[in-house]
Structure formats: structure tokens, C-alpha cells
């Protein structure tokens, strides 16, 4: 069972939303869309799903062209974080109306029904209506739905937002599993970094409407291959900053330079784009070989048990994610640490051309 996409393009009013496209999707895997509001992951789903025709390409489902077929022929399940239930059917109802569609027995939607309503905890909610339930409990309703469908492919659009923290967490673990063992193609999309690592599988990195990046998540994340990959795969953003690769050193600027060992050694000599993610800036140095950067704090974000640091670095924006509170004074001249290990070197072009030493020792 494959979901293939061949240059699948969408055009709306002369505005490209998808560019050309290819994916292979194959059974039981979990396809992740990673992107920010706007990249294109809502759309590439409609295609997949057949609720909107390419604009060119072809979209095949197990080797047949299916680019011309309706949704409702097509064995797909969606749910969206903007929830959609029957208001006027109990919860019970809700589960069991796709089952229905299928004629399936009494007996067979009675067992699916509350296997599906056991995981999703709502139980002892089947006898009411959606409108008597909280946003999440109404969540959880429409993604029981999917559950029982029984779907070839699974497309999950941003469901979890609404939940709790402790209820998304296990349903990330949980979801995944029911749908792999049933050998559906599971695709989800989401605008978290965080999100696409617990989920695993694969992920494709989006960005104004192209996949920049398809392959396993640890690989995209560790090794992606271009700048904007990285930009996509980091929350907040990458940071990045110009150096210059000499012989046998990389200059940072401000006289600061490092050996050019491992994959940098190889470069010819010229400029390139440094960049490191937001959680390897450091308060203080914690290698000997740390490089040192003189900034300025612009403000600091406070979570409860980390401070985002937003700081001016010679006009360059760059945000630091560091453990712990801290109480620092905006404005005033801060200094930041980072260890070359985790400095990613990249081609004026954006493309990644010497990977972080410590993501290639993972």
C-alpha cells in the first residue's frame, strides 16, 4: 500500500501554493508535514486526500492513478484542529455514523465504538451531545471517529492543539501505534519541531509551499540539507551568522577562529553561513574550546524552567534558549558561549556543506 505523489502541483489565481512536488508514502509508516502557518502542509493534504485536484501531477493510491477521484470514493480518514462533530448526535452516534456508512454490524460498531471512546477517555461522555462537551473532550470525539474508519490513509491536521499537555502526550504515543498496526499511511502535520521528533517516522520539512527535505526525522533534524531545512526544524529558528574559511581555520569575525577539522577541513577557502539552533547558546562556556560572542540582550522570555534570550549581535537577531531563570538586565552588553561541535556550515547558496560534529556522532 503506497501513496505516491508525482510533481503534484497546486496553482489558486496565478499564486503557487504547492510547488511541484514528489513523495512515496508507504504502508504503516508516520509521515510527518513540518512547516509554519502558511508553508503549505494544509494544502499538500487536500491533495493527498482528493479534496482538491493538482493543478499538474498525478496522485497514486497503491499503483492506480486516483488524481480525478472523489474523497468519498477514496478510504480516508481526516481530522482537523478545527474540530467537526454531528451537533445533533450523541458522542456515541458520532463514532459510530462512519461505521454505519460501511454497514457494518451492530455488534461489530458497538465493540469499535468504546474501544475508540476507551483511549480517547470519553466513555462516560457516549450519552451526550458534542455541545455539552469542553474543546478537547469535542477533539477527542472527532479523532475517536477516525479511529474507527479503519482508513487507508490518516490525515491529521494540527489535531492535538486543543488537548491538554498530559492528554497530547499520550495521544502521541498512543495514535500512532493504533494506526500503524492497522498498516495505514498516517500523515500529520504540524508547525512544532518538538512535535515531529516525539512522533518520529519520516518528515517532510515545508517552506512556502516546497518540500525542502523528506526523509527519516532524526536524519532531517540532524543532517538537513539546506539552511531553510534547519530554519524549519528549529523552534525558535536557527540562528546564523557569515564566516570566512581560511587554509586551515574558520574565522567568526571579531578575531575569533576555530580549527577546521572533519567535514569543514574539505572546504575551499571563502565565505559561508554558520548555524546553530538556540538551545547550544550558553550563558557561560562549558568546553574549553567554547567560542565567545559579545551581544546585547534584547528581551528575555521566561517559560518556568528556561529563559529565552533575545539578542543583538552586530544587527544579527539571534535567540538563545538556556536553563534556568534568569534575571537579566535589557539592553546591557551580554556575552554567549557556543562549542563548535554544534555549529552546522553552510553554502552562501543555503546548502548544507559541513554537518555539526556532535549530530553526526548521534
Not at 477521484?69 to 452516534?93: C, G, H, L, W
Not at 577557502?269 to 562549558?286: C, I, K, M, W
Amino acid at each position: 500500500m503506497t501513496l505516491e505523489l508525482k510533481g503534484v502541483s497546486k496553482v489558486v489565481n496565478g499564486a503557487t501554493h504547492i510547488h511541484p512536488t514528489h513523495l512515496t508514502l508507504n504502508k504503516g509508516t508516520m509521515n510527518v508535514l513540518l512547516g509554519p502557518t502558511s508553508s503549505g502542509k494544509t494544502s499538500l493534504m487536500r491533495l493527498m486526500a482528493g479534496l482538491d485536484v493538482p493543478t499538474e501531477g498525478q496522485v497514486f493510491w497503491q499503483g492506480e492513478d486516483v488524481t480525478g477521484m472523489r474523497v468519498q470514493d477514496r478510504k480516508v480518514a481526516m481530522v482537523y484542529q478545527q474540530f467537526i462533530n454531528y451537533p445533533s448526535m450523541t458522542v456515541y452516534e458520532n463514532i459510530a455514523s462512519p461505521l454505519r456508512l460501511m454497514g457494518k454490524s451492530r455488534s461489530e460498531i458497538d465493540a469499535a465504538v468504546h474501544k475508540a471512546a476507551d483511549l480517547m477517555q470519553l466513555s462516560p461522555m457516549l450519552q451526550r451531545k458534542p455541545l455539552e462537551l469542553s474543546g478537547g473532550q469535542q477533539q477527542r470525539c472527532a479523532l475517536a471517529r477516525a479511529l474507527v474508519k479503519d482508513a487507508g490513509l490518516v490525515l491529521l491536521d494540527e489535531p492535538l492543539a486543543n488537548l491538554d499537555y498530559k492528554l497530547r502526550e499520550e495521544l502521541r504515543v498512543e495514535i500512532p501505534k493504533i494506526f500503524e498496526e492497522a498498516g495505514s499511511i498516517f500523515v500529520y502535520a504540524t508547525t512544532e519541531p518538538e512535535e515531529a521528533l516525539l512522533l518520529g517516522g519520516h518528515t517532510a520539512a515545508l517552506w512556502e509551499g516546497r518540500v525542502t527535505q523528506f526523509d527519516l526525522t532524526p536524519t532531517v533534524y540532524r543532517r538537513p540539507v539546506n539552511a531553510t531545512t534547519a530554519r524549519v526544524f528549529s523552534d525558535p529558528p536557527m540562528n546564523f551568522l557569515t564566516v570566512t574559511k581560511s587554509g586551515s581555520e574558520i574565522s567568526f569575525g571579531a578575531g575569533q577562529t576555530v580549527a577546521a577539522t572533519g567535514s569543514m577541513a574539505t572546504l575551499h577557502d571563502g565565505t559561508y553561513t554558520a548555524g546553530f539552533r538556540p538551545n547550544h547558546v550558553e550563558l557561560s562556556a562549558q568546553s574549553s574550546g567554547a567560542l565567545e560572542f559579545d551581544t546585547h540582550l534584547i528581551v528575555t522570555e521566561l517559560t518556568g524552567s528556561e529563559t529565552f534570550v533575545h539578542l543583538d549581535h552586530h544587527g544579527e537577531k539571534w535567540v538563545g534558549l538556556v536553563h534556568g531563570v534568569h534575571d537579566l538586565p535589557l539592553g546591557a552588553a551580554l556575552p554567549v558561549y557556543l562549542d563548535p561541535s554544534h555549529i552546522y556550515i553552510f553554502s552562501e547558496n543555503g546548502d548544507l556543506v559541513a554537518p555539526a560534529s556532535y549530530a553526526l556522532a548521534a
